[in-house]
Each structure stands twice: as C-alpha cells, then as structure tokens.
C-alpha cells in the first residue's frame, strides 16, 4: 500500500465538475444574463418559438437553453 495521495489529474477518466444542475446553482435565482437572454432568443428563433420571457432566473435560461439545444440537435 502506499503513503502517496491519490491525484485526480493522473487519472485517465477523472470525473467533472464544471458541470452542475441549475437548481444547485448558488446565484441560479438571479436575473438571467445578458448571454444567455441573446442566445436563448437566437435558439428560440431558430427552433421556431416565441421569444423567451424577459424575467428568467439564470437556472430558468439555462434549462430551455439545454431543450432548445436538444430540439435542435445540438
């Protein structure tokens, strides 16, 4: 056995973290950005739907951006 630490960045398949459930987002309350309202407009228009409310949260923006992607097939 050894006395080493195991380092993550060695692995072949190390496990991610940048990407996280917008209901976990500490700041997914907040007003959605600037981004995310154009490209949720541009997916939006390019999916054919109506443009997207302008009071989503940032986890709101988020959600029908992955959906519009998966619409799309993107």
Known sequence: M?????NPK???HPGSNTEKNPDDWVSGDESMTGAQA????????EAGEAAPPADLSKAE????IDALKHTLGR
């Not at 050894?2 to 195991?6: A, I, V, Y």
């Not at 154009?38 to 228009?45: A, F, G, K, M, Q």
């Not at 923006?61 to 029908?64: I, L, N, P, Y």
Request: charged share 40%; no cysteine; glycine share 0%.
């Open 61 to 64: 923006a988020s959600k029908r």
């Open 2 to 6: 050894s006395d080493e630490l195991e």
């Open 38 to 45: 154009s490209y949720l407009t541009t997916l939006s228009e």
């Open 10 to 12: 060695l692995d072949d």
